[in-house]
């Protein structure tokens, strides 16, 4: 039974990006079912694994709150590194490269791209065996230091990274980049509440922060294209119309979300501030 949560709430999870995202994309590369699930099939093998790893109680509203994010920011980190280091395709059709750039000027050795990988996937490990290490050293700090300290680590991540892709082509915006910290730290207060990992109450921060974020940027501002498509025509106009009946489901998926959090505080719950 748990393993079966564990895939359902993964697809779930995976679902809400692929939502999104094609809610941005499709009116710029149109919209093909097989490009819409593949976040969602992988977010629930992801969830399968997580479950099976983690042997965590899906049973409990508090766990599905800590656990949809953990597998939603592993998905987003599967995704990014396959679009930035390992996929080739026609640049051209992109505001912001998707494959790694240095300042707008696209890397275009495989090999030399796969090395930036290993690297970036060498500094990611550092940040996840750092937090593990914190959590077992003997640091004698209080709950709200400790959460004060790791809250921000993943929204820091995605900040740095957000401004070497974006900021030498749209401009460095400060707001942007104390965005994803800031609101990573407020998750994290609350997942604190719920969980004991460091690792999973950081990561899963900026899960929540990924999911908010882009949930503002796609749904509040529909026609404003996003980034990597700023200034690029509309190839599909018929998608603009189409892509309207996913969203009872993305709005299905953020009020399970809320009820997760509402019921996880009323019911039995434990952390490092419960």
Do not use: C
Request: aromatic share 18%; glycine share 10%.
């Amino acid at each position: 039974m748990n393993y079966l949560l564990g895939l359902l709430i993964g697809a779930l999870a995976g679902a809400h990006a692929s939502t999104w995202g094609m809610y941005k994309d499709s009116p710029h590369e149109g919209f093909t079912w097989a490009k819409y699930l593949r976040s969602t099939w992988l977010s629930a093998v992801i969830g399968l694994l997580v479950a099976w790893w983690t042997r965590i109680d899906l049973t409990n509203f508090s766990n599905i709150a800590v656990f949809f994010a953990v597998v939603y920011v592993t998905e987003r980190a599967l995704m990014e590194f396959y679009k930035t280091f390992l996929r080739t395709e026609d640049q051209s059709k992109y505001f912001i490269p998707m494959q790694f750039h240095i300042f707008g000027k696209v890397v275009e050795s495989k090999s030399s791209r796969l090395w930036l990988g290993v690297a970036y996937l060498g500094g990611v490990l550092a940040v996840v065996f750092g937090l593990t290490w914190f959590q077992d050293a003997h640091h004698g700090m209080s709950e709200w230091a400790v959460v004060l300290i790791i809250g921000s680590i993943g929204g820091w991540i995605s900040a740095f990274g957000g401004a070497w892709k974006d900021a030498p082509l749209e401009g460095f915006h400060i707001f942007k980049f104390f965005r994803s910290p800031l609101m990573a730290l407020g998750y994290a207060i609350i997942l604190a509440h719920f969980s004991y990992s460091y690792l999973f109450i950081s990561m899963g921060g900026l899960g929540y922060t990924i999911a908010s974020t882009e949930t503002y940027k796609t749904f509040f501002f529909p026609s404003k294209p996003r980034g990597k498509f700023a200034g690029k025509p509309i190839v599909y106009a018929d998608m603009l119309s189409t892509r309207q009946r996913f969203v009872p489901l993305y709005v299905f998926i953020w009020v399970g979300i809320i009820i997760s959090f509402v019921l996880g505080f009323m019911g039995p719950h434990a952390g490092l501030l419960s």
